[in-house]
Structures are given as C-alpha cells and as structure tokens.
C-alpha cells in the first residue's frame, strides 16, 4: 500500500502540472538576452562610427601636415622635402581646430598621425561599459602634381 494520500497525490499533481512563474523566468532571460544583443549591435555600430572618424581626422591632419614643404629646396632643384617643426605644427593645429587631440610625428617625408577618440555607450551601460575608446592612425607624404588620370 502506498504512503501518500489522494490529497497529496493530487496536491503533487496540481504541484507538477502548474507552470506558473515559469513563464516569467523565461521573459527575463530572453529580455536580457536581446537587450545585451541590441546593446552589442548599437553600440558597437558607435564605436565603429567613431573609428571611421577619428581615422579621417587622423588622415587629414596628417595630409594638412605633408603640404608643410621646404619651398627652398623645391624651388631651388624640385625635391620634395618636409619642414618638420613646420609639418608638425601644421598636423597639431588642424587637430585643435577639430576638437581632438593626438599625436604628431614626422620621419623623413612622412607625417604620421594617431588621434584617440572616447565613443559613449547608450545600452551597454547597463553591464558596466560607459565607453568605448577607438585609435585611428593616418600617414601622408608630400606629392608633386596629380598622378592620375582626371575624367
């Protein structure tokens, strides 16, 4: 003979058969879910606006750099050589014009620039991440005439 009582057997089965707050567990582990994934998704689209910006930024003040020649030499015998105090103040000023800032380097005829943009997050917030910092780099070097072929 059994243990258990018809009330508690039927007390069991009602026990068993309820699916009340299982549901809820549910829409709260799925709700997570989609908004980490939307968190990812707009977000990282921000930061890779960002990126896409500074590099152009960075890619400007390099080439607002690289039109820093020494017209002496050019004129004199037609090379093409930086003033690089000049070609640096150059690159650093049109980074203060845009509102970011960098670094500046000149070697030989190359500037190259690195400007250091903070994207901040609208969704990922909610998991601790305020922002995201993105690093673009931009080389440029002095060029005589066009080199193409114009339509």
């Known amino acids: 003979m059994s243990s258990t009582t018809p009330s508690r ?17 549910f829409v709260v582990i799925i709700v997570t879910a989609v908004l980490l994934f939307a968190g990812l998704v707009l977000d990282g689209g921000l930061a890779l606006a960002a990126k896409v910006r500074a590099l152009g930024e960075a890619q400007e003040a390099a080439r607002a750099g690289a039109q ?18 000049q070609a640096s103040a150059a690159a650093r000023n049109y980074l203060a014009a845009a509102g970011h800032s960098g670094t500046v380097s000149v ?22 991440i305020g922002s995201i910092t993105v690093t673009a780099t931009g080389q440029a070097q002095p060029q005589r005439g066009i080199s193409g072929v114009l339509p």
């Open 107 to 128: 070697a030989g005829n190359t500037v190259t620039v690195t400007v250091t943009v903070s994207q901040s997050t609208q969704l990922l917030p909610l998991i601790g």
């Open 68 to 85: 820093e020649i020494d017209l002496t030499a050019y004129r004199a015998n037609g090379a093409l050589r930086l003033e690089p105090q």
């Open 9 to 25: 057997r039927l007390a069991l089965r009602r026990l068993r058969e309820d699916q009340s707050g299982r549901v809820t567990a």
